[in-house]
């Protein structure tokens, strides 16, 4: 079972990412349809274990939830919890917090990726006094670049030939979306 709810949307919930919950990242994780569009190694259940402790970023799943979940509770009786992805908020403590967030294969294109986004984008600029946010998706990765853009994330830069990702070597390019700007789409 995830671990206790954070935050809900109106067809998702972000719920802490406990130590049972590291076979279903792991897993996803090592799929080649997210390992190569996100650039990650392939990790054993113990190495990944061992980064998810030893990293201060904020952790969540996106999950699709039937019945009842309430703020704090780390599972519900009658409440169906299903894994579908994850969104990770890195460097928040000490410089500009940087998004980083997948979904299964199996959910792609229905706009789940877009809700979690906004509400870890919602969760930053609460938790957190920083002017920004940003994210990083490689050229290639149309989808992730329309996300960013859609909510509003402007290309700030672009690291060229920043990493060799399946079998060749891709730019990075940087997203960056203020909190004015963010507050501003909200008004709209």
């Known amino acids: 079972m995830p671990g206790a709810y954070a935050q809900s949307g109106e067809r998702i919930t972000l719920r802490t990412v ?15 349809e997210l390992r190569y569009p996100i650039g990650n190694p392939v990790m054993n259940r113990e190495r990944l274990e061992e980064h998810v402790e030893d990293d201060d970023s904020d952790r969540f799943l ?14 519900e009786a009658d409440a169906d919890v299903t894994r579908i992805g994850g969104v990770t908020v890195t ?13 299964v294969p199996e959910v792609h294109g229905r706009g789940y990726g877009k809700e979690a986004v906004s509400l870890v984008i ?10 920004a946010v940003g994210a990083e998706a490689f050229d290639f990765n149309d989808a992730s670049r329309g996300l960013l853009e859609s909510l509003g994330f402007a290309e700030e830069g672009r690291r ?5 990702v399946d ?13 004015r700007e963010w507050r501003e789409r909200e008004r709209e």
């Open 91 to 103: 460097d928040a403590d000490w410089k500009r917090p940087e998004l980083g967030y997948w979904l």
């Open 18 to 32: 406990e130590r049972e919950d590291i076979s279903f990242v792991q897993r996803a994780l090592t799929n080649p």
């Open 122 to 131: 919602e969760y930053v600029f609460r938790t957190y006094d920083t002017p």
């Open 167 to 179: 079998g060749e070597h891709r730019d990075m390019v940087q997203y960056g979306l203020l909190r």
């Open 160 to 164: 060229r030939k920043y990493m060799f």
């Open 62 to 75: 996106v999950c699709l939830e039937e019945g009842a979940a309430s703020p704090g509770q780390p599972d």
